[in-house]
């Protein structure tokens, strides 16, 4: 990464105080002052300089300094309805939001980096030179909170005292923004300064939604500075371009990881969860699915849920990979979550008692929200994302409208979850034995298999295939997910994939604990394998049973079935574990089709991996190495016994190969 530090920080440039005695000066004449009292707790200069300049540049009418305090997290609950952000519902805590009808997504078309000369970034990302991205930033938040209340907030991005967590400033103008981070990091307001000093950095965040109006999108934009690890948000909504601790400070964590940690820790794009096993076992998952992919089911599926979607994970003294969650709460899709697959989850957002934010569903006229499968009966009529609906209406490309969008969710805090571990506070955080990578593949891969070694393990997550998600606007189709964390991936492809190898490689990690890698896929079809019907090939709660055999994976309990891309489960270690674990029968025709190769599908998916990362530059060796011997190793399979190859064939394959 070209760290040019002399490069300008546009908000210092912008709002012109660079010294504490003119930011005293504009707190004393801005803040009240019951909030000019809490603002002089803080002493760390940098910290000051970053609100007062944001202060001078966005020019708020009020500032509330946000303490975490119950007092303030209702002022804040309150202003999100007094502004219209938010709507009360009938049941008790719960909330609904709306975002703009075309603002379902981030809008990765007007999300860039900021750059300085010679500097490049990932070849999947948009940038922007920083003179460009200055004149922008001061034409377009100039002024842009007049007649608002600027909302501050410190948080910290996992545990006060973990090693990988990180401490950030969150701004905005927005009550839904700052509600939302209430319910999904840590305010901390008092440990702030301490955390910064102790390690070394922070993040500041800067948000308006402007007058949030449908004419204003096209110049809303989304802006990352790499060199002062600021981001800056305008004429938007949706928390993933406006909660800016969020994603926004995702790529932050992964440059840091990657260019100032490479080797010894990772910011991923992962769930964290654990697995019970014999004798009260508890081993601790993580795993990489993109948006929409399984990574909230998956963390579910778990008995002791730690986190849905971040993960930041460090080699420990002892010679463990440990894992924390940056946040502490999930922003999680609704769509098909139902009483079959999620009773917990349907548990929360059908009884009082939690507080829920939700965003993007339909309220019908008794104030209920609903959505699409969540198997229950649904209204004629009601309001949804795009204002008034009633079933069968269609929109101007003579589309059925759904009865909410895909991308609807819900915001609501950990500890209400059923399967919440207190672990999820820990420091030290949680040693992870198991990775997982996948996606949405129809056609291809098993439901689990397991990496030969680390390097092979990397790959898998290299090479994540998935259909395109209603997360990201203006996106349709397959396509390839690298970790599932590509798009948060701020600098070259090959440096992120290198640190990759480099921390799962590690001499630092002790062999016995070493995590195993495996990749998992639920998707794939009836279709895919010979029949007729696009249905899954299982179902939501066969999830508990693919963990439960990596569990036992992971401890070497139980024999597997070596092939070219890696271990796949024997038939008779299923078959128990289902009867186990979700009293299901599992049959030999099943397990057949879900664990048959297809050995022109995979050939297929890794050429078209070996074409697009050729493309790339200063790829690590290793990879194309890694594809090749799975492809040498599959047309050898494919001579001897044809193009699809069933679990048995494997296995007589296997043992003869080890002979």
């Not at 139902?338 to 019908?364: C, F, H, Y």
Request: net charge negative; proline share 5%.
């Amino acid at each position: 990464m070209n760290n040019q530090k002399k490069a300008i920080d546009i908000i210092l440039e912008i709002g012109n105080i660079k010294e504490m005695k003119a930011a005293n000066k504009l707190f004393s004449d801005k803040l009240d002052q019951k909030n000019l009292n809490r603002i002089k707790r803080l002493d760390n200069p940098d910290i000051l300089l970053k609100i007062a300049n944001a202060i001078k540049m966005c020019q708020p009418d009020r500032i509330f300094i946000n303490t975490g305090s119950e007092a303030d997290k209702q002022f804040i609950r309150d202003l999100c309805i007094e502004k219209g952000e938010e709507a009360r519902l009938p049941m008790k805590n719960h909330t609904i939001h709306y975002d703009l009808e075309e603002e379902q997504g981030r809008i990765i078309d007007r999300t860039y980096y900021i750059i300085n000369q010679g500097e490049e970034v990932s070849s999947l990302a948009n940038k922007m030179l920083r003179d460009e991205a200055f004149n922008q930033v001061s034409q377009m938040m100039s002024g842009i909170m007049k007649e608002k209340t600027m909302i501050v907030g410190l948080y910290m991005r996992g545990p006060v005292g973990a090693p990988a967590s990180n401490p950030a400033i969150e701004i905005t103008s927005s009550a839904y923004v700052a509600h939302s981070a209430e319910i999904l990091y840590r305010n901390k307001f008092a440990d702030f300064e301490k955390e910064v000093e102790k390690l070394g950095h922070f993040y500041t965040n800067i948000h308006s939604e402007g007058l949030n109006r449908p004419e204003d999108l096209p110049s809303a934009r989304v802006f990352m500075d790499r060199t002062h690890r600021i981001t800056y948000s305008f004429n938007c909504t949706y928390a993933g371009n406006t909660l800016l601790l969020k994603k926004g400070n995702h790529r932050f964590s992964v440059d840091k990881a990657v260019y100032e940690n490479r080797g010894s820790q990772l910011s991923e794009h992962m769930f964290i969860t654990g697995v019970n096993g014999p004798d009260n076992r508890i081993t601790w998952v993580a795993g990489a699915a993109p948006s929409g992919c399984g990574k909230t089911t998956t963390a579910m599926a778990g008995s002791h849920f730690v986190g849905d979607d971040l993960a930041q994970m460090w080699i420990a003294e002892d010679g463990t990979v440990r894992s924390i969650n940056p946040e502490c709460g999930i922003f999680g899709i609704v769509e098909d979550v139902n009483q079959e697959g999620d009773p917990d989850l349907m548990r929360l957002l059908r009884k009082p008692a939690t507080e829920v934010i939700w965003s993007n569903v339909l309220i019908d006229k008794d104030g209920l929200p609903h959505w699409t499968g969540n198997g229950e009966e649904h209204p004629l009529k009601g309001n949804n994302f795009q204002g008034a609906w009633e079933k069968g209406m269609k929109d101007k490309n003579g589309k059925e409208v759904p009865i909410s969008h895909p991308n609807a969710r819900c915001t609501l805090a950990s500890t209400a979850l059923a399967n919440y571990s207190e672990k999820a506070e820990d420091p030290a955080g949680v040693e992870t034995r198991i990775i997982t990578y996948s996606g949405r593949d129809s056609d291809t891969m098993p439901p689990v298999w397991v990496a030969e070694n680390s390097d092979y393990g990397v790959v898998i997550g290299a090479c994540i295939v998935s259909a395109a998600t209603a997360a990201e606007v203006g996106t349709s189709g397959v396509k390839r997910a690298p970790w599932a964390n590509a798009p948060f991936i701020p600098g070259d492809l090959a440096d992120y994939m290198d640190a990759q190898f480099k921390f799962f490689g590690s001499v630092k990690i002790h062999d016995a604990k070493r995590p195993i890698m495996a990749g998992l896929n639920y998707f794939l079809t009836d279709e895919a394998r010979g029949g007729s019907s696009k249905k899954l090939l299982g179902e939501k709660k066969d999830v508990k049973v693919w963990l439960a055999w990596l569990e036992r994976k992971a401890h070497n309990e139980v024999p597997v079935i070596k092939t070219p891309i890696g271990f796949l489960p024997k038939f008779d270690d299923l078959q128990q574990l289902f009867k186990l674990l979700i009293n299901k029968d599992y049959s030999k025709e099943l397990y057949e089709k879900q664990f048959s190769l297809y050995i022109d599908n995979i050939l297929a998916r890794i050429e078209l991996q070996l074409e697009s990362y050729s493309k790339e530059i200063n790829i690590p060796p290793r990879l194309f190495e890694v594809l090749n011997e799975q492809k040498k190793g599959l047309l050898s399979l494919k001579k001897a016994h044809g193009p699809i190859i069933k679990p048995d064939q494997l296995e007589a394959f296997s043992t003869s190969a080890d002979s």
